[in-house]
């Protein structure tokens, strides 16, 4: 354990119950002390290791409680089609024409987060049009919310996929004038990723600790995987544990099994795995099953119909009532958290009656923490339900940034704005657990927190400013309410004695800057346990050395 540390010279935020402290002790990994400079200084030990903030903040470090650590490693390596960068078809063409000049003949090529409806054709890109650019390697194109792709001729040859494959339960194959557009929805994605070949150990070790390192430059102590075993099955278990083995896991990780039926929680329950919250560094706590899609992407469940304008109908329910409630009852017994993907209301309103279900008898809800994921759109008696089953909403603030404006145009403006309502959602109990869903969407969370403290999407709009956040509260969601989320309340969340000393060291001090100057801040330096696992500027190492 390094020798003892403390910060000073700016404002330290304890947590919303604490309030701002000017000095933090740290020693063997926890927080020793935390108060005024003097009562700090009355405690820590001669030639103490010492940080100046010169004005910055330090806060717990953020908990990334909704993302795929693993996928977003990998994607690292993937073409980038993000909207940030890419905007035309011709962009999309091009880059993944440069990739498929660069790859061996008949290797696959995959990319990652376009935005069909930032696209300049306003649709998604087809079949016809990536075969112009690799008639003979395999490509697949995901788009940004993860649930629904398109892929080329030659990949869907190598998928045995032709225009008499029926749609799968949960899933849809687009066609138009009978042919194949290239375009697969929901579960019907396991056609094209299923053909695909696996990612080596190797090659998923080193994604681990590429996007390790990422989130550690953003100020994240904690992170989790929501869907492990999706890209490799098993095989992704063995992975993160010689990550941890081999000192390359740089996150506190909540680890999320696969629990659609072709996933892998069954396979992991028959080898010995078993729901432990006991490990800080990789925490095998939860089993999740997906309840319908993306609101952006048209496939998010809802009792009234999206716009005609937009194309209408009510969204795809992933399985049927029956096969849903059955999934959850056997996770729940199993001792699992359910971490339940649903979106649209009419999918919150399929899970919560399986949650209930589930509850009934001897294996009652409470206590249990299970969190309905995204549930973005839903209603006042949906809250009121899980709020008394104790029921945790897990939001991407940050949807609203990126897909609000598509939002609009999908389910009208007053839909749209009463998304993701994170004021009601703090004001009654709730403890949403701010995240990013990141690679869905970008995992600075700066970008998230401006959201919360403003309602604007990236291009200006305000929706529902009823629902904005102050900076602590919304850090608090960002940090406590994820720990929470995570039964690790007790441990970090925030910085007051005995808690772990998971800190982060913001640019700027975010709670007295404008709502615009904080999507410009930077995390200068993330501590995990007071070991830095990022430092931009050498302050450690400057403090070692003095």
């Known amino acids: 354990m390094s020798e003892p540390l403390l910060l000073s010279g700016g404002r330290i935020f304890r947590g919303l119950a604490g309030g701002f402290a000017d000095a933090l002790l ?3 990994g926890r927080v020793a002390a935390v108060g005024t400079k003097d009562e700090v200084e009355g405690v820590a030990p001669a030639g103490v290791r010492r940080v100046d903030l010169g004005g910055r903040v330090a806060i ?27 905007r035309s078809l011709d962009e999309v063409l091009r880059r993944i024409g440069d990739a498929v000049k660069k790859a061996p003949k008949g ?3 995959l990319g990652r987060g376009y935005d069909h409806g930032e696209l300049d054709i306003g649709r998604h890109p087809t079949a016809e049009e990536l075969d112009k650019v690799s008639p003979d390697n395999p490509v697949y194109i995901i788009r940004t919310c993860g649930h629904m792709g398109v892929a080329n001729s030659a990949a869907m040859r190598v998928a045995g996929v032709g225009h008499n494959t029926p749609d799968p339960e949960g899933g849809a194959i687009e066609r138009k004038g009978g042919r194949l557009t290239g375009l697969f929805m929901e579960r019907a994605k396991r056609l094209i990723v299923d053909a695909m070949p696996l990612p080596s150990e190797d090659h998923m070790v080193s994604a681990i600790e590429a996007a390790g390192r990422d989130l550690a430059a953003r100020g994240f102590a904690t992170a989790s995987d929501m869907n492990v075993g999706m890209t490799a099955g098993l095989h992704e278990i063995a992975a993160y544990r ?4 081999e000192g390359r896991l740089m996150q506190r990780m909540w680890q999320v099994l696969a629990g659609n039926p072709e996933g892998i929680a069954e396979a992991a329950w028959n080898e010995g795995l078993r729901p432990d919250h006991t490990d800080d560094m990789l925490a095998w706590g939860a089993v999740k099953v997906f309840g319908d899609g993306s609101a952006g992407g048209l496939t998010a469940a809802f009792f ?3 716009l005609q304008s937009a194309g209408g109908g009510t969204g795809i329910f992933c399985f049927p009532d029956e096969t849903m409630h059955r999934l959850l009852a056997l996770y729940h017994r199993q001792g699992w958290q359910l971490d339940i993907h649903a979106i649209g209301d009419a999918a919150i309103e ?9 509850g009934e008898g001897d294996a009652p809800l409470a206590g249990r923490r299970h969190r309905i994921e995204h549930c973005g759109f839903l209603n006042a ?7 008394a089953h104790g029921i945790i909403p897990v939001p991407q603030p940050v949807f609203m940034y990126e897909f609000g404006d598509l939002y609009v145009k999908n389910l009208g403006h007053d839909r749209a704005a009463a998304a993701y309502p994170m004021r009601t959602w703090f004001e009654e109990g709730h403890n949403p657990a701010a995240s990013s869903d990141c690679p869905v969407s970008s995992v600075d969370p700066f970008g998230n927190l401006y959201t919360m403290l403003t309602r604007k999407t990236n291009k200006g709009t305000v929706l529902g400013p009823e629902e904005t956040l102050t900076a602590e509260q919304a850090v608090h969601c960002y940090t406590w309410c994820g720990a929470y989320s995570q039964f690790a309340e007790d441990r970090r969340g925030t910085l007051e004695p005995g808690m772990l000393a998971d800190v982060a060291v913001l640019s700027k001090d975010i709670f007295a800057i404008a709502p615009e100057e904080v999507l410009a801040t930077e995390a200068d330096l993330t501590l995990r346990g007071g070991e830095p696992i990022f430092d931009r500027h050498g302050a450690l190492r400057a403090a070692a050395a003095a």
Not at 381 to 387: D, L, T
Request: net charge positive; proline share 5%.
């Open 26 to 28: 740290i020693a063997d």
């Open 381 to 387: 008696g949906q809250r009121r339900r899980m709020k």
């Open 242 to 245: 010689r990550a941890l083995a």
């Open 304 to 306: 009234d119909p999206y």
């Open 350 to 358: 399929q899970v919560l009656v399986g949650m209930e279900k589930a």
């Open 60 to 86: 717990p470090a953020f908990n990334e409680a909704h993302m795929h650590l693993l996928p977003y490693g990998l994607g690292l390596s993937q073409v980038n089609l993000r909207a940030e960068q890419v």
């Open 107 to 109: 290797a696959w090529v």
